[in-house]
């Protein structure tokens, strides 16, 4: 199916949501030939370390021809700054321009960064309108549904995001206040999909399965789903989704041998990309995202997130499995997923 944000045409309405730290570019290389992936993003980067060229910022948005479609993800509170780094990201030929105004971390907000624009509304509007007026390519907004529960909003912000001409706009069904507790409110992503009047809203929030994500879509009646921790708790979520989407198929989940085949390969690709000891360090946190769904995992746990060489990860996995065995013969033989 096709699925625009503004010009820009998608072969899919199901895109990555960006996991700073998570959604480097060696998981999306990795992620993109299992399909059904729409658009993926980096990490937030600050406007204003990109117009200083600061290393970090200039890391986050590594990328290569093969990691496209790809939206750069900016925060910052200055309008012209914002525009600048837009015009940057746009001569280096990313594809969308998303303007974080939902992340709740402290060093953003304290700026009125990030959820800080859901409670200035004449001010997200203005900041985004300058962006929209100096580049062409699309320019999309992360939002959630308000600072807090009293102040939900979501719905007005979208319509003036909209009147000011963005291409989507993607809504986490929390509150800033909520920051990643509870569960992700429906009803809050339907109101701003009412609001609107044409522009594609996409929902966000707690998708892990196929089915999750067609009810987000059946209740919302948004256009598209943004999937960022499901992607590593399953990440043929995209694949499996698309197919479900279209003729209700349900793929069985991922098996414990290929999700921890898929966890492998990111930890090797990211060793590629930034060498062994870089890598290992960064993955420690990155392996406890794959391991949710791995049942009993205290002791690999506990080593992984120490984790220095590839040679100890071999080792931390081969005592881990045979953990496993010995815990579960009988269950793991006969129900080997
Ligand atoms: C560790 C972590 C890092 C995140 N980094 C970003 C980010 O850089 N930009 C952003 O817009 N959202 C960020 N988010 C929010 C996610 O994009 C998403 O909105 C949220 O996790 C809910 O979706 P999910 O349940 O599919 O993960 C982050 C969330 C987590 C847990």
Redesign the pocket.
């Known amino acids: 199916m096709t699925f625009c944000l503004g010009q820009l045409a998608l072969n899919s309405n199901l895109l990555l949501?960006?996991?700073?730290?998570?959604?480097n570019l060696p998981f999306r290389l990795l992620l993109r030939p299992l399909s059904g992936l729409g658009l993926a993003?980096?990490?937030?980067v600050n406007a204003r370390s990109l117009l200083e060229k600061h290393r970090k910022a200039l890391e986050l948005l590594q990328t290569t021809p093969e990691d496209k479609p790809l939206a750069a993800?900016l925060?910052g509170t200055a309008p012209e700054e914002m525009r600048d780094a837009a015009l940057l990201l746009q001569a280096r030929g990313f594809d969308v321009v998303?303007i974080?105004?939902?992340?709740p971390m402290r060093k953003v907000v304290r700026h009125g960064g990030?959820s800080a624009l859901l409670a200035d509304i004449a001010k997200a509007q203005n900041l985004v309108r300058t962006i929209v007026l100096a580049v062409h390519i699309p320019v999309t907004c992360?939002i959630?549904l308000g600072w807090d529960d009293v102040n939900i909003t979501s719905p007005e912000l979208s319509r003036a995001l909209e009147d000011v001409g963005v291409a989507g706009i993607?809504v986490?069904?929390?509150t800033r206040q909520q920051a990643?507790t509870g569960t992700?409110n429906l009803d809050g992503i339907r109101a701003v999909v009412r609001a609107v009047r044409r522009v594609p809203v996409i929902g966000?929030?707690?998708?892990?399965t196929p089915l999750d994500a067609k009810q987000m879509l059946e209740q919302t009646g948004c256009a598209g789903v943004?999937?960022?921790?499901?992607?590593f708790y399953n990440p043929w979520i995209f694949r499996d989704t698309a197919r479900h989407l279209t003729n209700g198929e349900l793929a069985p989940e991922p098996t414990f041998d290929e999700r921890v085949a898929f966890m492998t390969q990111h930890l090797d690709k990211m060793i590629e990309f930034i060498g062994e000891e870089q890598a290992c360090r960064q993955f420690r946190?990155i392996a406890l995202?794959y391991i949710k769904p791995f049942g009993p995992v205290a002791e690999f746990r506990r080593r992984v997130v120490m984790l220095e060489t590839r040679a100890q990860f071999d080792e931390i996995l081969a005592t881990y499995r045979a953990w496993r065995q010995q815990l579960r013969p009988s269950t793991d033989a006969a129900n080997p997923r």
């Open positions: 949501a960006p996991l700073a730290g998570y959604t993003t980096t990490d937030l993800q925060y998303d974080n105004m939902g992340c990030g992360k959630r993607t986490h069904g929390r990643f992700v966000n929030g707690d998708i892990l943004s999937i960022g921790r499901g992607a946190k995202a």
